[in-house]
């Protein structure tokens, strides 16, 4: 029987993402980010005239950052031990959105941070790259692990049997995201690793 496989996402679950994001914003694109902002086109805002980003030049800055900022990034409390106790029981890998260009720069991003692991990227729902990725390691049992509602609701449409655990490890961002676990779509909603951790585990086992 093949071992178990726990499929993680990176930004907000093992490393800090929108803070450094909003720090660089700031520090040097005079825009403002409004973690409180459920609408995230609307959150990224000029500071000197409160006016909207485009949505064009959202992606050109997310796109910018990932390019040259990366290293900003640093990881959730917990993270790096979590994924190192899971690895003892369970195959990890990343599946993450940031896009194939910065594939190979998250590996090594992950790396500096004492993670060595295999990261698949992906971009929209994540249902089809997970059902992929399930299929290539047939594994005994499957847990998704993500920050963003809508992956969960994809992952259960495209693989059911995968258990999934909603987790955001920003706590200025957490409170504000639609939550899985409410929607039907998660097994639970764990926001810190200290907790999260002994659930993953069982999971594993059962």
Partial sequence: MNRPLVISDCDEVLLHMIAPYREWLGETQGIVFHMD????????????????????EIWRLLNLFFAEEMGRQYPIAGAIHAMRALSEHADVVVLTNIGDAHQAARVRQLREHG??????????PKGPA???IIEEYQPSRA????DIAVHHGSVAEHAPAVRRLHFCGEPELAPHIACAHVAGHADARIDDWANALPWLLARLET
Wanted: hydrophobic share 40%.
């Fill in 143 to 146: 847990i998704f692990i993500d």
């Fill in 130 to 132: 997970l059902k992929n």
């Fill in 115 to 124: 993670l060595d692991i295999k990261v698949y990227t992906n971009s929209g």
């Fill in 37 to 56: 902002r459920h609408d995230f086109s609307q959150a990224m805002r000029r500071a000197d005239t409160d006016e909207a980003i485009a949505r064009e």
